[in-house]
């Protein structure tokens, strides 16, 4: 065709889906994220140069999205002012989750002077390929959204939080609503999983979930401090509720496992109720204000950083519940030591009782990626359970089940340190998420979910 110049370019996912939520209606929440990421470099159509300007974009995208995704491969033809192109993405690395291409057919796009650059591609993969799919593209997104934080490239912000523990990772901060629903019997998160290995629940012979004695989850009681989670994803006739454990850190703040609060299928927490002393009369009862998960987490699910902390509505007095005394977490396990579970292990159980398990420790951090390793009995509402040593300090928090190489089944959980796992740090972002402090607010940035908000421990 006469008039029409004709150029190949290999690029990233940067131009792949601005109208996809219209080809793949049931896509997660989160990758409307996509959207807010391409509204924020506001790339329009230039008007005067359009085919170097073109290029120009893409290099910049492949600069700032290089090593964060597959190639896409496309054909961009001008003509008249116009933009037709056919694009598509290139196969997945090989493995047994991925069958297909993701694209099997190139769709073409088209734009006019002063319009975005807009792609509604065809999907043609079977339900199990989307699954695996979203899971990869949504580490994608995070990956990109942390390139756009920390200030590199075009278009980045630099807005941020400063947390005065500068050893601490960076946070994922929101606020929570206050629920309205009824007496409902939980489910658990572990049914919510694709992947095994992210359960809680493992039995041991000659272990046992033994129920701890009623008068130390009384008021004064030792394990009083010690909550029995109702947690709500999602909103309406979509609203599902679950059940965890979480532990008291300070008189408002609780410690329990990230994926109770932000989850790989259910995404962010909505709301949750706090229980002290569950199974009495007397117990005490609060819901969550805001929430906060490591960002190790948040962006590929690090199991080493699977923590997450909830700020109360209202403090607990001593008299109500105490915090309960914990420790770094020792390097290696000390000889003739112990671990100790305790948590709120049963999720169909009414009341739910406070249960426990022990075994010998026997664990060396440098072996395990900093992960802190188990053989006692646990169950689908362990998740977030404390993890005593000996002495009666609080040394770790159980997470998941995990395979061996073996064949078996081994306990993982979080490590608690002055690094990336510490709590003292949670508890300062969490002090800038208070209400009476929204003024503080400065880690929103365009790109994240709305409402979400992101803190660093340096300057920009």
């Given at each position: 065709?006469?008039?029409?110049?004709?150029?190949?370019?290999?690029?990233?996912?940067?131009?792949?889906?601005?109208?996809?939520?219209?080809?793949?209606?049931?896509?997660?929440?989160?990758?409307?994220?996509?959207?807010?990421?391409?509204?924020?470099?506001?790339?329009?159509?230039?008007?005067?140069?359009?085919?170097?300007?073109?290029?120009?974009?893409?290099?910049?995208?492949?600069?700032?999205?290089?090593?964060?995704?597959?190639?896409?491969?496309?054909?961009?033809?001008?003509?008249?002012?116009?933009?037709?192109?056919?694009?598509?993405?290139?196969?997945?690395?090989?493995?047994?989750?991925?069958?297909?291409?993701?694209?099997?057919?190139?769709?073409?796009i088209s734009i006019t002077e002063g319009k975005s650059l807009r792609m509604t591609p065809k999907i043609y993969v079977e339900a199990q390929q989307r699954k695996?799919?979203?899971?990869?593209?949504?580490?994608?997104?995070?990956?990109?959204?942390?390139?756009?934080?920390?200030?590199?490239?075009?278009?980045?912000?630099?807005?941020?939080?400063?947390?005065?523990?500068?050893?601490?990772?960076?946070?994922?901060?929101?606020?929570?609503?206050?629920?309205?629903?009824?007496?409902?019997?939980?489910?658990?998160?572990?049914?919510e999983t694709n992947e095994g290995s992210w359960g809680a629940q493992l039995h041991v012979a000659g272990c046992g979930l033994d129920k701890v004695d009623k008068?130390?989850?009384?008021?004064?009681?030792?394990?009083?401090?010690?909550?029995?989670?109702?947690?709500?994803?999602?909103?309406?006739?979509?609203?599902?509720?679950?059940?965890?454990?979480?532990?008291?850190?300070?008189?408002?703040?609780?410690?329990?496992?990230?994926?109770?609060?932000?989850?790989?299928?259910?995404?962010?927490?909505?709301?949750?109720?706090?229980?002290?002393?569950?199974?009495?009369?007397?117990?005490?009862?609060?819901?969550?204000?805001?929430?906060?998960?490591?960002?190790?987490?948040?962006?590929?699910?690090?199991?080493?950083?699977?923590?997450?902390?909830?700020?109360?509505?209202?403090?607990?007095?001593?008299?109500?519940?105490?915090?309960?005394?914990?420790?770094?977490?020792?390097?290696?396990?000390?000889?003739?030591?112990?671990?100790?579970?305790?948590?709120?292990?049963?999720?169909?159980?009414?009341?739910?009782?406070?249960?426990?398990?022990?075994?010998?420790?026997?664990?060396?951090?440098?072996?395990?990626?900093?992960?802190?390793?188990?053989?006692?009995?646990?169950?689908?509402?362990?998740?977030?359970?404390?993890?005593?040593?000996?002495?009666?300090?609080?040394?770790?928090?159980?997470?998941?089940?995990?395979?061996?190489?073996?064949?078996?089944?081994?306990?993982?959980?979080?490590?608690?340190?002055?690094?990336?796992?510490?709590?003292?740090?949670?508890?300062?972002?969490?002090?800038?998420?208070?209400?009476?402090?929204?003024?503080?607010?400065?880690?929103?940035?365009?790109?994240?979910?709305?409402?979400?908000?992101?803190?660093?421990?340096?300057?920009?």
């Amino acid at each position: 065709m006469a008039g029409v110049e004709q150029r190949d370019y290999a690029f990233r996912n940067g131009l792949r889906t601005w109208g996809i939520h219209q080809a793949w209606p049931d896509l997660p929440l989160h990758f409307r994220k996509y959207r807010l990421l391409l509204e924020y470099f506001k790339f329009h159509w230039p008007g005067k140069k359009p085919e170097g300007d073109l290029l120009i974009l893409l290099l910049i995208i492949e600069e700032m999205l290089d090593e964060l995704a597959n190639n896409m491969e496309g054909t961009i033809s001008h003509a008249s002012g116009r933009i037709s192109a056919q694009v598509f993405w290139r196969n997945p690395q090989p493995g047994s989750d991925v069958a297909s291409r993701c694209f099997q057919t190139p769709e073409p796009i088209s734009i006019t002077e002063g319009k975005s650059l807009r792609m509604t591609p065809k999907i043609y993969v079977e339900a199990q390929q989307r699954k695996n799919i979203n899971y990869k593209f949504s580490l994608y997104l995070k990956g990109l959204e942390g390139l756009l934080a920390v200030g590199s490239g075009p278009g980045a912000t630099k807005i941020g939080i400063v947390n005065p523990f500068s050893k601490s990772a960076d946070m994922i901060g929101w606020t929570l609503k206050k629920s309205t629903a009824g007496d409902v019997t939980p489910k658990s998160l572990g049914e919510e999983t694709n992947e095994g290995s992210w359960g809680a629940q493992l039995h041991v012979a000659g272990c046992g979930l033994d129920k701890v004695d009623k008068k130390y989850v009384d008021r004064h009681g030792k394990f009083r401090g010690i909550a029995r989670l109702l947690l709500r994803f999602g909103d309406g006739p979509n609203e599902r509720m679950f059940a965890g454990t979480g532990w008291l850190v300070d008189n408002k703040t609780i410690a329990t496992a990230g994926h109770c609060l932000y989850h790989r299928n259910l995404g962010f927490l909505r709301s949750v109720d706090a229980t002290f002393g569950n199974e009495l009369k007397n117990c005490t009862k609060v819901h969550g204000t805001h929430a906060v998960v490591h960002w190790g987490y948040y962006t590929v699910f690090a199991g080493k950083n699977d923590l997450g902390f909830i700020r109360l509505a209202s403090s607990i007095s001593s008299s109500d519940a105490s915090p309960l005394p914990y420790i770094q977490t020792p390097r290696v396990a000390p000889t003739n030591g112990r671990l100790i579970a305790r948590g709120y292990s049963k999720v169909s159980e009414r009341p739910a009782r406070l249960r426990s398990s022990e075994c010998d420790a026997n664990y060396d951090l440098g072996k395990t990626d900093r992960s802190l390793e188990y053989e006692l009995d646990t169950d689908e509402g362990s998740s977030g359970s404390p993890i005593f040593d000996g002495n009666g300090n609080i040394v770790g928090m159980h997470v998941r089940t995990s395979h061996t190489k073996d064949g078996g089944a081994i306990n993982k959980g979080v490590i608690i340190d002055e690094g990336d796992n510490n709590p003292a740090a949670f508890g300062a972002v969490l002090d800038h998420l208070d209400p009476h402090k929204m003024r503080a607010l400065r880690g929103l940035f365009r790109g994240m979910s709305p409402g979400v908000m992101r803190y660093t421990p340096e300057k920009f």
